[in-house]
């Protein structure tokens, strides 16, 4: 309990700062609405193909859609990061500055993402291999999303390449998971209790009373998605945040954003259980 509860407080700082600098919120807008488009014309057609008894070729266009869209979000998520880090030292970032940075980092993402695409591929074959197929991948899939944490913030703030990068995310993540799984939890909690939750309940009364009143129903569906997009683009930013506010301490000891050194210390923690010294570098137990 006490984790979460340092979890929550981190997370709270990080809604504060969304809160003051709301532009943020542009990244994950604009890659959400990317992500739609390439979605449609790419992956939907891939499937509709392999559907169609066409697996060769509807593989390939699924493939390079699945890709495509991974490039996408890992582009405006290092947008984010770097807005956030330039907005944790007293700058006043913009949506131009962030994806500056991006497009930087366009190799860097390019290689990330194709990381990202075989993973996916992989775990998803792999839970199509019955029950035990199924609990491995799961596994697997949980591992994978804590070891690339902090991604995102080392490709935007170091430039690293994909196999630097999955290191250098690894070896944070060994000697600091304690506020990583702490603020993850925290952060999807808040956003499911206050977000998804009210938002699904909104839509599934929106199916039920559809028959009887139809404007009522859609209004309430309308939203009930209109809640939901919001609640994901919360979430999303939330964690970019803390993970870049968290990447900082961990590097160099700086308490960023508002944040005390000592909520961020009592949160970080080593393999051993003690708390980091302020001065921990990634890496090191």
Not at 109 to 124: D, E, R
Not at 185 to 207: K, Y
Not at 216 to 233: K, N, P, Q, R, T
């Amino acid at each position: 309990m006490s984790r979460i509860k340092r979890g929550w407080n981190l997370t709270k700082k990080s809604w504060g700062l969304l809160r003051g600098h709301p532009a943020l919120l542009r990244f994950p807008l604009y890659g959400g609405a990317a992500t739609i488009l390439c979605a449609i014309v790419v992956v939907g057609p891939g499937l509709y193909l392999i559907e169609d008894d066409q697996t060769v070729f509807g593989g390939v266009l699924a493939v390079i859609g699945f890709y495509l869209l991974a490039l996408i979000g890992i582009y405006f998520s290092v947008g984010l990061a770097a807005a956030a880090d330039m907005t944790f030292r007293g700058q006043d970032a913009t949506v131009a500055d962030g994806l500056a940075v991006s497009r930087t980092r366009l190799s860097q993402i390019a290689g990330w993402a194709a990381v990202s695409t075989a993973i996916g591929i992989v775990l998803s074959a792999l839970e199509n291999q019955g029950l035990a197929g199924q609990i491995a991948g799961r596994l697997l899939a949980v591992g994978w999303s804590l070891i690339t944490f902090l991604a995102v913030p080392v490709i935007a703030l170091e430039g690293t390449g994909p196999l630097q990068t999955l290191k250098r995310s690894s070896s944070l993540f060994k000697s600091r998971w304690g506020a990583q799984v702490t603020g993850n939890i925290a952060i999807g909690g808040a956003v499911f209790l206050f977000g998804i939750l009210p938002s699904a309940l909104l839509i599934f009364a929106g199916f039920l009373v559809w028959a009887s009143a139809s404007f009522a129903g859609a209004l309430l569906l309308v939203i009930g998605v209109i809640g939901l997009a919001i609640s994901i683009l919360v979430s999303s930013a939330l964690s970019n945040i803390f993970g870049v506010a968290l990447y900082r301490y961990a590097l160099d000891g700086e308490a960023v954003g508002g944040f005390t050194p000592e909520e961020l210390n009592s949160a970080v923690r080593t393999k051993g259980g003690r708390n980091a010294p302020p001065t921990a570098t990634p890496g090191t137990v």
